[in-house]
C-alpha cells in the first residue's frame, strides 16, 4: 500500500504561498465587477464555467439588470438570453432571478455580509460565499476551487483524499489570518498561469517555488 506523502508544516506552507505571490504578485480576483451584486452574480455564473466566459457575458446581463430589484423584475427567459454562452444557463438563469428576489425581500437589496445569510441564497455554495466574504467584504476566508484544491494537494499541503471542507480547514490552520484571501489568489493564478491541470513539466514548476524558497531562506539568515 502507499504511504501517504510527506506533509507541509504551517511554516513551509506560508513559504509557499509566499514563493507563488512573488511569482504572481497581480493575483486577484479576475470576475469583473464594480460592486457586491454584481461580484456575487458573477461568482454564481462562473461554476463551472471559466472566469474568461463569465466577463463576456456579464457587461450586457449588468447593463440590463444594475440591481438586485431589476433582476427579480426580469422575465426568467431574458435573463437565459444574455447568459446562454455560459455553461448551465438554464438553472443558473433561475438561481439569479431567485437570488435577486431573496436579496430584496430579505435584505433590503443588499448582499449580506455573513456566511451563513449568503448561503442561504439560490445558487450560493461555500465557495461563493468565501469569494464573496473575502473581495467584496474584505473579510480573511479561503475559497478552494479546483485550482486551489489541485495545487493543495499536489504540493502535500493537504492531504490527496482530502474534501474540499478539509482543504479549506487545512490551508486555515497552516496560514496566518492575513494570508487567507491572498492565498486563495495566488494558488488560482499558479494552478492556472504556471501548473495546469493539463500534461506539462511539473519538475519545472516544483524548481520555480523551491528557488525562490531558497534564496528567502538565505536572504532571512543573513
Known amino acids: 500500500m ?3 506523502p510527506k506533509l507541509l508544516s504551517s511554516r513551509e ?16 480576483a479576475e470576475l469583473t465587477h464594480k460592486n457586491a451584486f454584481e461580484l456575487l452574480i458573477a461568482v454564481i455564473l462562473s461554476a463551472q464555467t471559466t472566469d474568461v ?3 463576456k457575458a456579464t457587461p450586457q446581463l449588468f447593463a440590463a439588470y444594475p440591481t438586485p430589484k431589476a433582476m427579480m423584475n426580469a422575465d426568467v427567459e431574458d435573463i437565459m438570453e444574455k447568459i446562454k454562452t455560459i455553461g448551465l444557463y438554464r438553472n443558473k438563469a433561475k438561481f439569479l432571478k431567485k437570488c435577486a428576489t431573496q ?9 449580506p455580509s455573513t456566511h451563513k445569510e449568503l448561503q442561504s441564497l439560490a445558487g450560493v455554495g461555500r465557495k461563493t460565499a ?35 471542507v478539509q482543504v479549506e480547514k487545512t490551508l486555515m490552520e497552516k496560514l496566518p489570518k492575513d494570508l487567507w484571501s491572498i492565498a ?10 504556471q501548473c495546469p491541470a493539463r500534461a506539462h513539466d511539473h519538475d519545472q514548476c516544483v524548481q520555480k517555488v523551491t528557488d525562490i524558497i531558497e534564496r528567502n531562506r538565505q536572504a532571512a539568515e543573513k
Open 184 to 193: 486563495h489568489h495566488r494558488l488560482i493564478f499558479f494552478g492556472r498561469y
Open 130 to 164: 468565501n469569494v464573496v466574504m473575502s473581495v467584496a467584504f474584505d473579510e480573511p476566508a479561503i475559497a478552494v476551487d479546483t485550482h486551489v484544491e489541485r495545487i493543495s494537494k499536489k504540493f502535500n499541503i493537504a492531504d490527496p483524499k482530502a474534501t474540499v
Open 53 to 55: 466566459g463569465v466577463n
Open 13 to 28: 506552507t506560508t513559504e509557499l504561498i509566499e514563493a507563488m505571490g512573488e511569482l504572481f504578485p497581480e493575483a486577484k
Open 103 to 111: 436579496l430584496v425581500e430579505e435584505f433590503d437589496g443588499e448582499v
Open 2 to 4: 502507499a504511504k501517504s
